[in-house]
């Protein structure tokens, strides 16, 4: 059985930082791509990061890049979400997924999905 477990997130005040932790398991790592999904308030779930299997090609959403990345360590299963400079417009429920072929910023489906996790970022 496939889960995926989200941890890290909390509420945060502008400007501040929170890393996202996605433990993967019943399932073999390395087959997979990873990415990071967020839904906030009244809006449709949209693409935030994602790394390939190998970790060798990211992408990322316009409205995070240069203060989130993402990253995996193989040994531990998991996949994280560092979030730097964080705005109110942050504030979301933050999933990780997993899909065997590219996430790519026009993702929308993938193969799992984890329960999420909530960030709140008070201005």
């Known amino acids: 059985q496939v889960q995926l477990v989200e941890s890290g997130g909390g509420l945060v005040q502008a400007g501040g930082s929170l890393r996202l932790s996605c433990a993967a398991s019943?399932?073999?790592?390395?087959?997979?791509?990873m990415g990071w999904f967020r839904q906030g308030p009244g809006k449709e779930r949209q693409f935030v990061a994602s790394?390939?299997?190998?970790?060798?090609?990211?992408y990322y959403a316009d409205s995070v890049k240069g203060r989130f990345t993402i990253s995996r360590d193989g040994a531990k299963n998991t996949v994280y979400l560092q979030m730097n400079s964080l705005k109110p417009e942050d504030t979301a429920v933050y999933y990780c997924?997993?899909?065997?072929?590219?996430?790519?910023?026009?993702?929308?489906?993938?193969?799992?999905w984890g329960q999420g996790t909530q960030v709140t970022v008070s201005s």
């Open positions: 997924a997993v899909r065997v072929i590219t996430i790519t910023i026009l993702t929308m489906e993938c193969d799992y």
């Open positions: 019943g399932l073999t790592f390395s087959r997979y791509n």
């Open positions: 790394l390939s299997r190998s970790g060798g090609t990211t």
